[in-house]
């Protein structure tokens, strides 16, 4: 089955740097790439997707890219601000499934 | 609010009592999930309902158990708990349309502490 490796599991960041964080997945049939953010006493919340189809899209502060050969997919945050400041957590899906495989979570902390 | 509203948000229980987590939603989906999350652990897929029928069981104790009685809503039986299942649970539901699956939707989620 599908196995979904996320790195790393804390990271710290001065506000205004960038932050990325990696996944690697094992299923080459995986082909919908979610990232969902958790605060603090919430479900977590999907900020972008990708579909394989694309190597890389951008929603204002946030992007992301995905190696279709290499079976990785990463998140970008630049201009990191307080509120960004969360858990996020990866995940992979092959479409006709719908059952996401998460990886394991990245604790992100901003420091001002 | 997302759309999926779980309650109660809170829920302390003792060991023998039997109570029940509720999931709701207006979105329109057509598949509903119970996921398990716990300190320090990978977010733990429970059950998927779709179009109201259980097509996974991901190998739950017998002591939890969902009902689906429509597309709108969902439910997690609890009754026997252990300790370690403290953790909290949370509500997905996701539509699938023409082979393409479109992500979770997740609840706030039901902070369960067993006692």
């Known amino acids: 089955g599908e196995n979904v490796e996320q790195h790393p599991s804390t990271l710290s960041v001065q506000e205004g740097d960038s932050a990325v964080i990696k996944c690697t997945y094992s299923d080459s049939a995986s082909n919908y790439f979610p990232w969902y953010k958790q605060e603090l006493g919430k479900g977590p919340q999907l900020i972008i997707d990708?579909?394989?189809?694309?190597g890389e899209k951008k929603d204002q502060r946030i992007a992301v890219t995905l190696n279709k050969t290499a079976k990785h997919f990463s998140l970008h945050i630049t201009e990191t601000q307080p509120e960004d400041s969360a858990v996020y957590f990866c995940?992979?899906?092959?479409?006709?499934?719908?059952?996401?495989?998460f990886g394991s979570g990245t604790r992100l902390s901003i420091r001002p | 609010e997302t759309g999926v509203t779980q309650t109660p948000r809170h829920l302390v229980m003792g060991m023998t009592n039997k109570k029940s987590l509720k999931c709701e939603q207006h979105l329109g989906h057509n598949a509903m999930y119970w996921y398990k999350q716990s300190a320090k652990k990978p977010l733990e897929l429970m059950f998927v309902?779709?179009?109201?029928?259980?097509?996974e069981n991901n190998s739950v104790p017998s002591r939890f158990s969902p009902e689906c009685p429509n597309s709108s809503h969902l439910f997690l039986h609890l009754h026997t708990l252990q300790p370690e299942d403290s953790a909290l649970y949370l509500c997905?539901?996701?539509?699938?349309?023409?082979?393409?699956?479109?992500?979770?939707?997740f609840g706030s989620g039901t902070r369960l502490t067993v006692v």
């Open positions: 309902y779709n179009f109201k029928e259980q097509t």
């Open positions: 990708i579909r394989s189809n694309v």
């Open positions: 995940a992979a899906s092959k479409s006709s499934a719908s059952k996401i495989i």
């Open positions: 997905a539901s996701s539509q699938e349309a023409s082979g393409t699956f479109y992500g979770y939707t």
